[in-house]
């Protein structure tokens, strides 16, 4: 972690341990949706579980490269993203709830990668 054991270091710790914790619950939500679901609802969870899973990872491996404040942002902007995305649609289709925060979900992901290849391009 490039900026020592701080505060800043903790943090990253917590980004790194949440992006396992989605790869794992992704799993469990995969197998849900393929044994106790069907139709719509099999499909937008299989897509909430693809997309948790593929977020959780991203945060485990780019977790541990964090270099600086930049970096650092884009991996909580994709999570906050994945939480709001995947948590959307588990939330409609398990409990019949709104999929409101879905789109908000998908474009501060969409700007937590845009800020990855920022951070990128700036090393």
Do not use: C
């Amino acid at each position: 972690m490039g900026f020592g054991f701080t505060r800043a270091a903790r943090h990253v710790a917590g980004l790194v341990a949440a992006g396992a914790l989605l790869a794992g619950l992704s799993v469990g939500l995969s197998a849900y949706a393929s044994h106790a679901t069907s139709g719509d609802a099999q499909a937008a969870l299989q897509t909430a579980a693809v997309f948790a899973f593929g977020h959780g990872i991203v945060l485990v491996v780019l977790g541990r490269a964090v270099r600086g404040a930049l970096e650092m942002t884009s991996l909580l902007m994709l999570l906050l993203g994945t939480l709001l995305f995947t948590g959307a649609l588990v939330s409609r289709h398990l409990f019949a709830g709104p999929a409101f925060y879905a789109p908000w979900g998908g474009m501060l992901t969409m700007l937590g990668w845009a800020l990855q290849a920022v951070a990128a391009l700036r090393r």
